[in-house]
């Protein structure tokens, strides 16, 4: 499959100063983060990890761990409570973002496999003597024959049109 090139003007917000494979490293993982926040959010280690349905040694490993790796203390302790240091409020904040994106790009990724499914089924049905209905005919693929001369077809998702050169369509 060959994926064609993403619009020049990807729109306002989309201007990557890096490629994301070119990153060197990234330590923390989405669920490091997620674990930060439920402790964060349930106001303590029991809370959080009743809600998020871990045991309190995995969330406690979990955030030591995500402190070993980005090298920096994020919480402390005052008196029997853990409390966020200043960087773990700035990076607490800057990963709210991150994870919000994150479920955003999956929810992208559901209404894009719920629009193919959904295609899909309609292209399978004909009106029962062979013949494609004009719902059917709307969601076939271009290599079917069902649209005629109609060339390339582009399908929007979520506002980002695209296509690849066997009729699927991408993100990318």
Request: with cysteine; aromatic share 6%; charged share 25%.
């Amino acid at each position: 499959m060959v994926f064609h090139a993403p619009p020049a003007d990807l729109g306002e917000g989309c201007n990557l100063a890096y490629e994301p494979y070119e990153i060197p490293h990234l330590y923390a993982s989405l669920k490091q983060w997620r674990m930060l926040h439920a402790v964060v959010d349930c106001g303590g280690f029991a809370q959080a990890a009743e809600r998020i349905h871990v045991s309190q040694s995995t969330l406690s490993h979990s955030i030591n761990k995500l402190q070993e790796q980005l090298g920096v203390q994020l919480t402390r302790l005052a008196g029997r409570r853990s409390v966020l240091t200043p960087i773990g409020w700035q990076l607490l904040e800057r990963s709210r973002r991150l994870l919000q994106e994150a479920h955003e790009l999956e929810k992208l990724a559901r209404s894009a496999r719920d629009f193919e499914a959904e295609a899909a089924t309609r292209y399978r049905s004909t009106d029962g003597v062979g013949r494609s209905s004009p719902e059917v005919t709307r969601y076939a693929p271009p290599e079917s024959g069902a649209h005629g001369d109609e060339g390339s077809r582009q399908r929007t998702i979520c506002g980002y049109v695209g296509h690849a050169d066997n009729g699927s369509t991408t993100g990318t």
